[in-house]
């Protein structure tokens, strides 16, 4: 229990120096690492899988690039696919590592792979972000249905309004026919396996001050396997991952980002022990 209460000490400290952050220009943070561009990712080290990684899953989107005007430095302000890269994930490991006895790769860039890369094989869990942007080819929708179905758990985050889920349900349906995204409620095993959540009625991420469609309610949907193993969690209207990116830099509630480290814990710990 006490090392489950060093996510609530962990983060005050982190968070006492910015109280008044709201009042503040946005401000991202950095770690004072170098960038890393679209066409210089390294294939993934194979002997990072014998700990646990956190990976980030890349998919094509230059057919919008034109239009919205990405650079090819991954991270904000990069392809859709690399948001938060590569803060976010290296602050969940250090929490991870804290609170659980996960022998995780930690003070690293999460590594990268397409669903079509049999390297995803070597990796239980993985993030893919901003799916309204995503265009999976033929080849990436089998290579996320045989790693669902092989035992690997997908958290689906950072994407809002009824266009994007669609996008989202066209991409199971073509990788998964015979299964149906469900709606998950707070007795889903994967809000208790570790931190028992109190509930999900969570914020809006972007609040009431970016576009009106961004404030919709989060929800939180499932896909499950035939036996009932959840294989995918997604995050709609919700962006879980943003909270653990300016965790050490906050503009946001505390209380808001100590829930988002809980839900990523909980995530992690069903993907391991289901």
Known sequence: MNKRRLIISTLALCLLAGIAMAQRPHRKPKMDLPDVTEN??????????????FV??????????????????????GPPWSHDYPVAGRHLMKIITELSKVDANMDINEPIVSLD??????????????????NLTDAEIAGMREYCLRGGFLLVD?????????????????????????KLDISHPIFNCFFSIKTIDVNPVYGGGYV?????TPEFWGLEDETGRLMMIVNYNYDVSD??????????PIEETN????????????????
């Open 40 to 53: 210089g990712i390294t294939k993934p080290d194979p002997n990072l899988s014998g700990r646990f990684t």
């Open 56 to 77: 980030r899953v890349r998919y094509d989107t230059s057919q919008f690039a034109g239009a919205y005007g990405y650079n090819n430095v991954l991270g904000d302000g």
């Open 117 to 134: 890369d049999p390297a995803i094989y070597k990796f239980p869990f993985a993030y893919l972000c901003e799916v309204g942007f995503m």
């Open 158 to 182: 950072d994407f809002r309004t009824p266009y994007q889920f669609y996008n989202l349900r066209n991409h199971l349906k073509r990788a998964f026919p015979e299964l149906e995204l469900k």
């Open 212 to 216: 009106t469609r961004e404030t919709q």
């Open 243 to 252: 909270y653990w990116q300016f965790s050490d830099n906050p503009f946001r």
């Open 259 to 274: 829930d988002a480290y809980k839900f990523g814990v909980n995530y992690i710990m069903y993907a391991l022990t289901h």
